[in-house]
């Protein structure tokens, strides 16, 4: 059976992706985890039962809570401090060892069992100072970005991942984005043991992990296309390109 894991799942996203996870794939084993840190989390556990989602109390900054659950298919991080505010009153330590910590502990457990992980990253990786040069045309509506831009990355589609990285983002920018590049790294070891294994003639088990485990999305660099009309919410989405991708990477793995 494939065992899936959603780190911060009582919150709006992961509680929304495991309900709908475990709609479409009654034969996967969806499960939960997280600490109920923000209020209102716990809301969520009586849909999260009736769906047949199992919770489980515990913090993505403690590697201990995470190295006692059983072995797993999948994992989905959608843990995090989201708050742009957060860390403004002098106290950073929940923010950055929820945001980089907690990543940093995901990875390990992806790791521990070769899993496949996806991370669910922000927008707000992208500096504040480029975002201030944006052209805007007034709609009726709304202000929409201009076509023609001076800023890398930017046009009417959106922000593309040439849009510059470099200044202040916030704190909660700031963690994500460096979660990132320890993912990018984790990746990166993975592909470079693989190669040096194949290079030596052992077997891929001998390595760390496979280079196909390692994925991450960012909300604004990344888009999902949806498979049918209209607008789809963003547990939706992240829902239904989950299943896809986790199919084809199984497949190619058998």
């Given at each position: 059976m494939s065992r899936l894991l959603i780190t911060g799942g009582a919150g709006?996203?992961?509680?929304?992706?495991?309900?709908?996870?475990?709609?479409?794939?009654?034969?996967?084993?969806?499960?939960?985890?997280?600490?109920?840190?923000?209020?209102?989390?716990?809301?969520?556990?009586?849909?999260?039962?009736?769906?047949?989602?199992?919770?489980?109390?515990?913090?993505?900054?403690?590697?201990?809570?995470?190295?006692?659950?059983?072995?797993?298919?999948?994992?989905?991080?959608?843990?995090?401090?989201?708050s742009v505010m957060s860390g403004v009153d002098g106290d950073t330590s929940y923010l950055v060892h929820t945001n980089l910590t907690g990543a940093y502990n995901c990875l390990e457990l992806a790791r521990r069992d070769g899993a496949f992980m996806v991370f669910l990253s922000t927008s707000r990786v992208y500096p504040v100072e480029p975002q201030l040069s944006l052209k805007l045309e007034e709609a009726p509506t709304r202000f929409e970005l201009a076509e023609e831009q001076d800023v890398a990355g930017a046009s009417a589609a959106g922000i593309s991942e040439e849009f510059p990285i470099a200044g202040a983002r916030t704190l909660y920018g700031t963690t994500k984005l460096a979660a990132e590049l320890l993912i990018e790294e984790y990746r990166?070891?993975?592909?470079?043991?693989?190669?040096?294994?194949?290079?030596?003639?052992?077997?891929?088990?001998?390595?760390?992990?496979?280079?196909?485990?390692?994925?991450?999305?960012?909300?604004?660099s990344f888009s999902i296309p949806s498979s049918g009309t209209g607008a789809q919410s963003t547990p939706a989405v992240v829902a239904s390109a989950a299943s896809r991708c986790w199919r084809r990477r199984r497949s190619a793995a058998s």
């Open positions: 709006f996203v992961g509680s929304n992706l495991a309900v709908s996870l475990a709609a479409r794939h009654p034969e996967w084993e969806v499960f939960v985890l997280d600490n109920l840190y923000r209020r209102g989390s716990e809301l969520n556990l009586p849909r999260l039962e009736a769906a047949g989602v199992e919770f489980v109390k515990g913090d993505v900054r403690e590697l201990d809570d995470l190295k006692r659950l059983p072995e797993l298919s999948a994992l989905i991080e959608c843990s995090a401090e989201p990166g070891s993975a592909i470079r043991s693989n190669t040096s294994a194949s290079a030596a003639g052992e077997s891929r088990s001998a390595t760390c992990s496979t280079s196909r485990i390692w994925s991450t999305w960012s909300s604004a």
